[in-house]
């Protein structure tokens, strides 16, 4: 199965993060843009997750631990771990969870 990102209907997560996601049985991958100074809030969620900067600079604090993410940077977020993020820049992400973010549908 093959998709197109542009004709992919697009979920606002908060005010300047907004996604394009596609589900497979097990994954859900996202295509997410973030305006600069978009906040991320703390928050934990089942899946884990694998973030992959495609674009931009995003400061991202992660279980306390905070690093700024740049291109070609991935970094991989345990199922329940807390985390929250700020764009330093506008950025692009690739954003995989596991299981599926059933909430994402």
């Known amino acids: 199965m093959t998709f197109n990102i542009d004709e992919i209907k697009a ?3 908060v005010k ?3 996604g394009k996601y596609v589900h497979s049985k ?3 991958i996202g295509y997410v843009t973030i ?3 978009a906040i991320l809030p703390v928050h934990s969620h089942e899946n884990e997750q694998i973030t992959q900067i495609v674009s ?3 400061e991202m604090t992660i279980d306390g631990t905070t690093s700024i993410l740049e291109p070609n940077t991935i970094t991989i977020i345990p199922s329940n771990t807390i985390h929250s993020a700020v764009a330093l ?3 692009v992400v690739m954003d995989t969870f596991f299981p599926i973010r059933e909430d994402y549908k």
């Open 16 to 18: 300047g993060i907004t």
């Open 89 to 91: 820049t506008d950025c």
């Open 11 to 13: 979920k606002e997560l």
């Open 56 to 58: 931009g600079r995003l």
């Open 26 to 28: 097990n994954v859900t």
């Open 35 to 37: 305006d600069k100074g």
